[in-house]
């Protein structure tokens, strides 16, 4: 996270930057921040149960604002009075989801206001993708073997263009009862373990060629 | 044989009665994945073509699929985003249509595409851009089972159905600010995995494939008058149980 959060400080005009995860589809807890004024917004957030992270999660969409202080003060009452004395410019919050797997939230902040070009948004999208592969795989033991491989392959971004990766999480939520993250998980562990490509596990369960007994673990 | 002019007739109503339709559903508050999949299934049932996809900018310098007729368009359109090479690809990148109209010819531009394609059984590919301002942000995208070019009508009504999609995908009606479009952008793009995982949990519990376990999750938004990936993140996250959507006969006895 550490690593994450400094390069996406490092690749864009940003100042600071936070990952939180979000627990059991609700509870937030921020594992990294990069500087006290970010992770003062996290917490503020968290406190106040508002701010432009906080409906970033709960509405399930980005939430960019380059210019705080035009931001209507309907919007966040508390949240942008209380802020009033940190030096933040512009907020751009990405929630790290993929469909109805909630993973976290990756908050930027600027002291300048402004909007991000699209190579610098690209980059932030990218980094968000990053996050999501580090995120689950932090729930996996297979993340920390030996020989690093495993930090690799969690680190590898997943296709979101891949319908039947989708497809195939949602048949092991229905199979085997457990939360979307989980299945997601397990379908990237039982990648890494028999050394095959997320994909093709996909093809073979959405295909009804593989059980989804198999990922009952 | 049917006198043309006769079928030309009945197919213009049909085309009539589905703009008046979208764009009455455009005004009220809408459910943008279903106007997506309805649009599809549109083009396929006014527009010479077997199989229909719409795809998104991921604004991570790909596209992404955003609805399709069938699973079977889908498919392909992955294929050739997998492959990085295409006429939709090409088509989002210029920014102008691509049309293919014998994918056969295309075997040297497109060496994973275009045998792909074949095989499926698709010969012709029709890419229309999806634009907003000078910017693209998708393509729509028609294949053929026959070789052919659309012909001028059925290229404009394309380009109609374009726009459509557009302004469907881009709801707050005057985008100006760059920050709205990527949260609109991403937001279509997250609901249409939430519906693919919803699709798999309902296909598990009930037997039913990929197309008609959507046509189900549809029925069920629909009917109970709920936006489509609301209902989807609901059934993966298990407030709402697959029985509920498919009715107490349907669900499979496992």
Redesign the interface.
């Known amino acids: 996270m550490f690593r994450i959060c400094h390069a996406g400080v490092e690749m864009l005009p940003v100042d600071g930057a936070s990952i939180s995860a979000v627990r059991d589809?609700a509870e937030r807890e921020t594992l990294y921040a990069t500087d006290e004024i970010i992770a003062r917004v996290e917490s503020l957030q968290f406190t106040l149960g508002e701010g432009p992270c906080h409906e970033a999660c709960a509405s399930?969409?980005?939430?960019?604002?380059?210019d705080l202080s035009i931001a209507p003060q309907t919007r966040w009452p508390v949240f942008v009075s209380e802020i009033d004395g940190l030096p933040i410019g512009a907020i751009y919050a990405?929630?790290i989801?993929?469909?109805?797997?909630d993973i976290g939230v990756l908050d930027l902040y600027r002291r300048h206001i402004g909007?991000l070009t699209?190579t610098e948004?690209?980059t932030a999208?990218?980094i968000v993708?990053l996050a999501a592969g580090a995120l689950l795989g932090a729930q996996s033991e297979t993340v920390h073997d030996t020989d690093g491989r495993g930090l690799k392959v969690w680190l590898a971004p997943l296709?979101?263009?891949?319908?039947e990766i989708?497809?195939?999480?949602?048949?092991?939520?229905?199979?085997l009862g457990i939360?979307?993250e989980q299945a997601l998980a397990r379908l990237r562990s039982y990648a890494f373990t028999t050394d095959s490509v997320v994909e093709d596990i996909a093809n073979d369960i959405?295909n009804r060629r593989t059980e989804?007994v198999v990922f009952d673990t | 044989m049917t006198d043309p002019s006769l079928r030309d007739t009945a197919r213009e109503t049909r085309l009539l009665q589905s703009f008046v339709h979208i764009a009455d559903t455009l005004v009220d508050d809408y459910d943008v994945d279903d106007v997506l999949h309805e649009l599809t299934e549109v083009c396929v049932d006014v527009l010479d073509t077997t199989a229909v996809g719409l795809m998104l900018a991921d604004q991570r310098g790909g596209l992404q699929t955003l609805a399709a007729s069938s699973e079977k368009a889908r498919l392909l359109e992955l294929f050739q985003i997998a492959a990085n090479e295409g006429p939709c690809l090409e088509c989002f990148r210029s920014g102008d249509p691509v049309l293919v109209d014998n994918i056969a010819e295309y075997t040297s531009r497109w060496p994973q595409f275009a045998p792909t394609a074949l095989k499926r059984d698709f010969h012709s590919a029709h890419s229309i851009p999806l634009r907003l301002r000078g910017k693209t942000i998708g393509s729509l995208n028609l294949f053929g089972q026959r070789p052919g070019s659309p012909g001028e009508q059925d290229l404009k009504v394309a380009r109609a159905l374009a726009d459509t999609a557009t302004i469907g995908i881009l709801h707050e009606r005057t985008i100006h600010r760059n920050e709205a479009l990527t949260e609109q952008l991403q937001t279509a793009l997250n609901s249409r995995i939430s519906i693919e995982q919803a699709k798999g949990v309902l296909a598990h519990a009930s037997g039913l494939d990929m197309d008609q376990a959507f046509q189900r999750l549809r029925q069920y938004a629909r009917r109970t008058n709920n936006p489509l990936s609301r209902v989807a993140n609901q059934l993966t996250e298990g407030i709402l149980r697959p029985d509920q959507i498919l009715g107490p006969q349907a669900s499979r006895r496992s």
């Open positions: 589809g399930r969409r980005p939430v960019l604002v380059p990405f929630p989801q993929y469909g109805a797997v909007w699209d948004l690209n999208l990218q993708d296709p979101r263009n891949r319908a989708h497809q195939a999480t949602g048949i092991l939520v229905a199979a939360p979307a959405v989804p």
